[in-house]
Antibody, heavy 119, light 108 residues
Framework: QVQLVESGGGLVQPGGSLRLSCAAS????????MHWVRQAPGKGLEWVAF????????YTADSVKGRFTISRDNSKKTLNLQMNSLRAEDTAMYYC????????????WGQGTTVTVSS | EIVMTQSPATLSVSPGERATLSCRAS??????LAWYQQKPGQAPRLLIY???TRAPGIPARFSGSGSGTEFTLTISSLQSDDFAVYYC??????????FGGGTKVEIK
């Protein structure tokens, strides 16, 4: 079945780095745009980053620009988020999500991976 | 950046009743709006895109309407499974993609 599985979250000190990964299965990964979306504890959804199906276009939110980098490996069906210079306000559940074919909504979501930035 | 505002923050509804959720955009987003449902401890689920088109597998009791700056998600007869938080998201003018703050639908 169509599935996204995130990994790589954990506890990191302020200023540190983490690399999140999202493994896709059950669909042709290389045909779909992908997103990262995060949710701070008890808060709403915040879009973080986008990458076009072929990797030719990427966008990141201003709140993470210059610190986070989205990438993908279509041969491995994997989406990544390299997070550097982490701050306490980056603490959140991070979801990867598939871009909907009919819109710029997100039609398939992973279960999320938790990132905690604390000393 | 387009700001999405949802109201009310919390909606108390009895099972079987109709629920009406609102979402307002700070500028026109045409019909480029999606709705999501999120239950505690779960990832969001796409309900509606294009303001009014149900995603595959979404029950007909969910309907979306509106265009421009005013949108509505209606749940015609609330089932126990529908108590959750609902988010709207615009994709007309981005980046950034922006979400509303959410409406929690709780049991009255």
């Amino acid at each position: 079945q169509v599935q996204l599985v995130e990994s790589g979250g954990g506890l990191v000190q302020p200023g540190g780095s983490l690399r999140l990964s999202c493994a896709a299965s059950g669909f042709t990964f290389s045909n779909y745009a992908m997103h990262w979306v995060r949710q701070a504890p008890g808060k709403g959804l915040e879009w973080v980053a986008f990458m076009r199906y072929d990797g030719s276009i990427q966008y990141t939110a201003d709140s993470v620009k210059g610190r986070f980098t989205i990438s993908r490996d279509n041969s491995k069906k994997t989406l990544n988020l390299q997070m550097n210079s982490l701050r306490a306000e980056d603490t959140a559940m991070y979801y990867c999500a598939r871009g909907d074919e009919n819109s710029y909504g997100m039609d398939v979501w992973g279960q999320g991976t938790t990132v905690t930035v604390s000393s | 950046e387009i700001v999405m505002t949802q109201s009310p923050a919390t909606l108390s509804v009895s099972p079987g009743e109709r629920a009406t959720l609102s979402c307002r955009a700070s500028q026109s987003v045409s019909s480029n709006l999606a709705w999501y449902q999120q239950k505690p401890g779960q990832a969001p689920r796409l309900l509606i895109y294009g303001a009014s088109t149900r995603a595959p597998g979404i029950p007909a009791r969910f309907s979306g309407s509106g265009s421009g700056t005013e949108f509505t998600l209606t749940i015609s007869s609330l089932q126990s499974d529908d108590f959750a938080v609902y988010y709207c998201q615009q994709y007309n003018d981005w980046p950034p993609l922006t979400f509303g703050g959410g409406t929690k639908v709780e049991i009255k």
